[in-house]
């Protein structure tokens, strides 16, 4: 009995901590550009084996990202971009596959490339990765075209760049990896998007409201040191168990 108490509250803790990971993990994304706090959740999980079927552990889950959009906020920045509700930017992750996130905080780089502010590149229509030509002036319509005037060109030369590649999803058809991006669950297909899907000159705020995830991390904190304090009091139980049944 004491082996299965202790076991049921070494998962317990184990599961506090993973959720104090995914708090930790949303409060330091709490200005990142687009963010979408990630929703983590403890479950009861029947142990595995030979037992009554009342016999249960404490299971941490991941539910998802919160699809909650973030304050709208004006920039001025012609290359600052906010997406609109389930419209996500595709880009190129490190093993060079596509992938969406919602940080609109665009730039070009050394080459002449459109990245976003970690880096990655930023995908056109055909899926490759848009090249903006030197320009005096630029624009991103609400549907992702880029239109530039061409550097010591009038403004009557106004002419297109190219177009964010930009898809049409709820949240819950994509899944977050471990690099933050965004990928499609198995079996969903992402469809382009039709219409208005952003506004240039704004971005989106992270939605995780500091506040909540400090309150959340608070009460992980009691209830992991309330497993500690059950495992202790199991450890105890036990050596006072071994204690009388020696001095028989």
Do not use: C
Not at 171 to 193: I, K, S, W, Y
Not at 221 to 239: G, I, Y
Request: glycine share 10%; hydrophobic share 40%; net charge negative.
């Amino acid at each position: 009995m004491t082996d299965r108490a202790l076991y049921i509250a070494m998962t317990g803790a184990s599961a506090m901590l993973r959720g104090q990971a995914t708090v930790a993990n949303n409060l330091a994304n709490a200005d990142s550009v687009g963010f979408q706090a990630t929703l983590d959740a403890t479950v009861a999980a029947p142990v595995a084996g030979p037992g009554l079927p009342s016999r249960v552990a404490t299971e941490a889950r991941t539910l998802g990202v919160d699809a909650r959009m973030g304050a709208i906020h004006q920039t001025g920045n012609p290359l600052d971009v906010a997406m609109h509700q389930e419209r996500w930017l595709a880009v190129q992750d490190a093993a060079g596959g596509t992938a969406y996130t919602r940080a609109g905080d665009l730039a070009i780089n050394a080459n002449g490339l459109l990245t976003t502010s970690r880096g990655q590149l930023v995908l056109g229509a055909d899926g490759a990765p848009l090249s903006i030509p030197p320009n005096q002036s630029l624009d991103i319509g609400a549907d992702g075209t880029i239109s530039i005037v061409p550097q010591g060109q009038p403004p009557s030369t106004l002419t297109e760049a190219g177009r964010l590649q930009v898809i049409a999803a709820k949240t819950t058809d994509l899944e977050r990896g471990d690099d933050g991006l965004m990928r499609p669950r198995t079996g969903f297909v992402p469809q382009p998007a039709t219409g208005a899907s952003l506004t240039s000159g704004t971005l989106e705020d992270s939605n995780v409201k500091a506040a909540d995830a400090l309150v959340s991390m608070i009460e992980l904190s009691r209830k992991f040191e309330m497993q500690v304090q059950l495992l202790q009091r199991a450890d105890e139980n036990a050596r006072a168990s071994s204690s009388l049944v020696s001095s028989r």
